[in-house]
């Protein structure tokens, strides 16, 4: 047991926290020591491939170039999709969410599952946007670690992006055509 003093910074600083959860969520369940765990996270992620990139001598190049850009945006919207809404990676989130139905060609609507930290993963896994942050980070650093090996699958990823908005293209076209 710590000291008087321990105890009431700790138990000040729990009711800081307690009150801000409170004040914020506005009557709402809102995970906010899940969403600090995944910012600890995702930091220690990042700094963990900086650090690769440190220790593989390479050199940072002086800016990103624009093809490298439009190839990261494009490949790491296709990935970061595939993970969070494709029918085909649902086994990955099942343990996290809950099959909701269909949402839109070959996408699923899932919800995170309450309770025990897993609210936070389910809702991280689910939601594209939040999956393309860490899919930007790691295509980053794979270009710096693997370049030629990166590039060929951001390729691959961008490719079938492509596909997929013809896919959808005439889809669309034919049900225009068709009534």
Do not use: I
């Amino acid at each position: 047991m710590g000291t008087a003093a321990e105890n009431g910074l700790a138990g000040r600083l729990h009711g800081f926290l307690r009150g801000t959860k409170h004040a914020y969520s506005a009557g709402h369940e809102r995970p906010l020591g899940g969403y600090l765990t995944a910012m600890a996270g995702f930091g220690a992620y990042t700094a963990a491939w900086a650090t690769a990139v440190r220790l593989s001598g390479r050199r940072l190049p002086e800016r990103p170039e624009p093809a490298d850009l439009a190839l990261t945006a494009v490949a790491a919207f296709r990935l970061s999709r595939l993970l969070s809404k494709a029918a085909v990676t649902s086994p990955l989130r099942a343990p996290f969410t809950r099959y909701v139905g269909p949402q839109g060609p070959a996408e699923l609507h899932e919800e995170a599952r309450t309770g025990n930290g897993g609210d936070t993963v389910g809702e991280l896994m689910t939601c594209p946007f939040c999956t393309g942050v860490w899919m930007v980070s790691t295509l980053t650093a794979g270009q710096l670690l693997w370049p030629r090996a990166t590039r060929t699958a951001m390729g691959a990823l961008t490719a079938l992006a492509g596909a997929d908005a013809l896919q959808l293209t005439y889809a669309a076209l034919v049900d225009r055509t068709t009534g």
